[in-house]
């Protein structure tokens, strides 16, 4: 399985930006794709998942309202829709994936087996 997430970049206060998370190597209807960040000096924390065939998704509570995770089965790829962006959003974004179906602990970092690079997300104030 391969990760490869791309659409960071610099923005201002109240921008948008869209990442994308091309996943390729596997049939993923049974995985669930997950969006983390981590900001310079902190811990990886969890943004959004969902489940690639659909019907439960989650967020973080920094980010609801602001952020959706979306998906295009034709093109393998999983997206972050990320609006109203603050200067706190700033941190390197990594899409992951986990085999299996939906539980409770899919904010859990840990609980995924595969990782994409991270791209960088900077807003300024």
């Known amino acids: 399985v391969q990760l490869q997430a791309s659409g960071g970049g610099l923005v201002q206060t109240g921008g948008s930006l869209r990442l994308a998370c091309a996943a390729s190597?596997?049939?993923?209807?049974?995985?669930?794709m997950g969006w983390f960040r981590q900001a310079p000096g902190k811990e990886r924390e969890f943004v959004a998942a969902?489940?690639?065939?659909?019907?439960?998704?989650a967020y973080a509570d920094f980010v609801k309202g602001r952020f959706t995770i979306s998906r295009d089965n034709a093109k393998n790829t999983v997206y972050l829709q990320m609006n109203s962006l603050k200067p706190e959003d700033t941190a390197d974004y990594y899409c992951?994936?986990?085999?299996?179906?939906?539980?409770?602990?899919?904010?859990?970092?840990?609980?995924?087996?595969?990782w994409g690079q991270g791209t960088q997300v900077t807003v300024s104030s």
């Open positions: 190597g596997r049939t993923f209807s049974n995985y669930v």
């Open positions: 992951a994936a986990r085999v299996g179906g939906w539980t409770i602990r899919s904010s859990y970092a840990g609980e995924y087996d595969y």
């Open positions: 969902s489940r690639w065939s659909g019907g439960r998704t």
